[in-house]
Antibody, heavy 122, light 111 residues
Framework: QLQFQESGPGLAEPSETLSLTCTVS??????????WGWIRQPPGKGLEWIGT???????SYNPSLKSRVTISVDTSKNQFSLRLTSVTAADTAVYYC??????????????WGQGTLVTVSS | QSALTQPASVSGSPGQSITISCTGT?????????VSWYQQHPGKAPKAMIY???KRPSGVSNRFSGSKSGNTASLTISGLQAEDEADYYC???????????FGGGTKLTVL
């Protein structure tokens, strides 16, 4: 059973960079059928896809966030990370790391972390 | 690109069936058989209930079913149970520029 552990500061200052890491256990992130990424949910609001990355380095980002987002992968540590620059209060959200199935096995988000709340405030 | 459109809320009594709609456009829902549905209980991470429009992940009850007609996808829950009370989100692939869109979410109340 895959498990995810999200880590990173729960507070970020406006205009600074938000950084989160998701460590995967119970399986390797080096599978060809899977992408790894992030989805966020502002308090009381809906889900927003941020982006995904394949272990090979191939990535895709939400066009509305693309200029500020970087998702990277470290296969040696079985983890992937999110960097979101120039944050504002609008970036306050619960950030979920997840696995994205993209193959003949299907196209959906099948495993999710428990989520970590990041608040942007001075 | 705009989010997919879902009703804000639906309700039903135990044992009844309900349907939640998810309306997109010919650029997303209408063009691909890649709609998925997620159930989210308060304070919990979302859980996949339907993928590729009508397939159920292993372990998901067959009371949950999905379908699509034109630019609108639907999630039907039959034999409503108290534990089905949650928020439900649809999601669709939207092409190689936009990639993924979510609906705004629907709150299901079991009366």
């Amino acid at each position: 059973q895959l498990q995810f552990q999200e880590s990173g500061p729960g507070l970020a200052e406006p205009s600074e960079t938000l950084s989160l890491t998701c460590t995967v256990s119970g399986g390797s992130i080096s599978g060809s059928s899977y992408y790894w990424g992030w989805i966020r949910q502002p308090p009381g609001k809906g889900l927003e896809w941020i982006g995904t990355i394949h272990y090979s380095g191939s990535n895709s980002y939400n066009p509305s966030l693309k200029s500020r987002v970087t998702i990277s992968v470290d296969t040696s540590k079985n983890q992937f990370s999110l960097r979101l620059t120039s944050v504002t209060a609008a970036d306050t959200a619960v950030y979920y790391c997840m696995r994205h199935v993209d193959s003949t096995l299907g196209y959906y988000f099948d495993y999710w972390g428990q989520g970590t709340l990041v608040t942007v405030s001075s | 690109q705009s989010a997919l459109t879902q009703p804000a809320s639906v309700s039903g009594s135990p044992g009844q069936s309900i349907t939640i709609s998810c309306t997109g456009t010919s650029s997303d829902v209408g063009s691909y058989q890649l709609v998925s549905w997620y159930q989210q209980h308060p304070g919990k991470a979302p859980k996949a209930m339907i993928y590729e429009g009508s397939k159920r992940p292993s372990g998901v009850s067959n009371r949950f079913s999905g379908s699509k007609s034109g630019n609108t996808a639907s999630l039907t829950i039959s034999g409503l149970q108290a534990e089905d009370e949650a928020d439900y989100y649809c999601c669709s692939y939207a092409g190689s520029s936009t990639f993924v869109l979510f609906g705004g979410g629907t709150k299901l109340t079991v009366l």
